[in-house]
């Protein structure tokens, strides 16, 4: 889930295995969730979208789920591979800014 | 097509002094975004731009000005800079700014001393 403090949680899995991230949204009026992975001294790099009238999208290893009525959004990574370890933070369109709101981030750690 | 890039991509300031971080997109986008991000932080929206000429403030916009004065130029500037700008500042571009993803650019690390 998202930190509000300094020290992001972590998530450690096995290589080969899937990880699941979770993120709890804030604002009910969002209509449009993204999944942004970063990577350690890189920017923020697009994985996933979904749109609140659909509650599961799939993509190459990666499937975003949604649950409106807790407001919360999951990311699920099939077959987790080295390259996978990075920040991954949700972002939702719900705000006061003309734009995205971003989740504090979980840092997915990958076990050889 | 390089998406969007950063100058510079790190730099050094004694309190006090000021520069300006460059953002170029080659995508044709009307909006533009400055976030800051800090440790153990998701990204902060300082400023952003919904087109050539325009300018907004976001959610922690004190200390910094910008200007957009092309399209595919966005600029951010420190006037006076403190240590409490110590950050690391990503520029990001989008087509819609609700309803599709932002691109992100590499990254300016700043030092205030």
């Known amino acids: 889930g998202e930190s509000v403090g300094l020290h992001l949680p972590t998530l450690s899995v096995q290589e080969g295995d899937n990880s699941i991230i979770n993120c709890a949204y804030s604002?009910?009026?969002?209509?449009?969730f993204i999944w942004y992975k970063q990577e350690s001294g890189k920017g923020p790099q697009f994985i996933i979208d979904?749109?609140?009238?659909?509650d599961k999208r799939q993509g190459q290893r990666v499937t975003v789920l949604l649950n409106k009525t807790v407001k919360h959004l999951s990311l699920q990574i099939a077959a987790t591979q080295p390259g996978d370890s990075a920040v991954y933070f949700c972002?939702?369109?719900?705000?006061?800014?003309?734009?995205?709101?971003f989740g504090k981030g979980t840092h997915l750690i990958i076990q050889p | 097509n390089a998406g969007v890039t950063q100058t510079p991509k790190f730099r050094v300031l004694k309190t006090g002094q000021s520069m300006t971080l460059l953002c170029a997109q080659d995508m044709n986008h009307e909006y533009m975004y400055w976030y800051r991000q800090d440790p153990g932080m998701g990204l902060r929206l300082i400023h952003y731009?919904?087109?050539?000429?325009?300018?907004a403030k976001g959610e922690v916009p004190d200390g910094y000005n910008v200007s957009r004065l092309k399209k595919q130029n966005f600029l951010l500037g420190l006037e006076s800079a403190a240590p409490s700008q110590t950050s690391v500042y990503f520029c990001?571009?989008?087509?819609?700014?609700?309803?599709?993803?932002?691109?992100f650019g590499p990254g300016t690390r700043l030092l205030v001393l």
């Open positions: 979904i749109r609140s009238n659909m």
């Open positions: 604002n009910s009026a969002s209509d449009y």
């Open positions: 990001a571009s989008s087509y819609v700014p609700r309803q599709e993803t932002q691109y």
């Open positions: 731009s919904v087109g050539e000429g325009t300018t």
């Open positions: 972002a939702e369109n719900g705000g006061g800014a003309d734009g995205l709101t």
